[in-house]
C-alpha cells in the first residue's frame, strides 16, 4: 500500500467524515474483508493438478475456524464429457477418504475448449506494451533489447505457450461461470519454469486467470501428500 493511500486512511480513521477516493475506498473494503465472520457462502476449489493435496487441505483448514465455518466447500476439477460421472464418484470417494466436508462436486468436461474472441483480444491488447516483436527488428537489434530486458515477450514465445495462454483464459471464464458468488476461490497456481517463461507473459496468465473475480487464492503444492487416511 503506498504512502498517499495509508495517510488517507490514517486519515479516515481519526475522521470517518473524511471522504475516501473510489480506489482507497475499495482498497479499505479488501482490507478489512477477511476480518469479519463469512456467513453462509462457499469456498470453491478448483483442484485443476494432484499437487499433493495442499489445494484441498488448506480450505478444509479455513472452514474449521469460526469466521468460516458457515462456509460449505465446493470441487470443481476438470474431467471428460464421457466421463463425468466416474470422475465425480471418483473424487467423492478420495475426499471421503480425507474425510473433507463437501457440498458439491463439479466435473468441467468444456475445460478445453477455446476461449471466446473478445477474451484472446483483450489477453492481446493487455499484453501489447510487453511485446518485444523480434520479427519487426533487425536481428541485432532484437538480441540487444532481449538481452537488456529480458521480462519481454517475445513472438516465438507467445506462439510455443498459445495453449497455455488459452487455457488461463478459458479458466477465466469458467471462474465467472461458476464461482462469481463465492466468498473464496482456491486454485491451483499455473506452473512456469523459470528462464523458460518471460516474467511479463506469466503475470499476464495470472492477471487473465483471476481478473473480474471474487478473492482467489493461488496454491501449488510440491507434490509431496500433506493429506493421509486409513484404509
Known sequence: ???K????????????TVPLNVSDQRLLEASQQFQKKQGKGTVDVWWL???GGLTLLI???????????????RVFIGGKINRIDHDRRA??????????DFSDITVL?????KPKKEHLSAFEEMIEPYRLKEDDMEQEAAERLKNS????ITDNELELYRAKTNRQIRLNELLKEHSSTANLIVMSLPLARKGAVSSALYMAWLEALSKDLPPILLVRGNHQSVLTFYS
Open 91 to 100: 473424487m467423492a470417494t478420495l475426499l471421503s477418504k480425507f474425510r473433507i
Open 59 to 73: 480450505p478444509y483448514l479455513l472452514t474449521n475456524k469460526k469466521r468460516w465455518k458457515d462456509c460449505k466447500i
Open 1 to 3: 500500500m503506498n504512502t
Open 49 to 51: 493438478f494432484d499437487d
Open 149 to 152: 530486458e529480458p521480462w519481454r
Open 109 to 113: 468436461g468444456d475445460i478445453n475448449t
Open 5 to 16: 493511500v495509508q495517510d488517507n486512511f490514517k486519515s479516515y480513521k481519526k475522521s470517518p
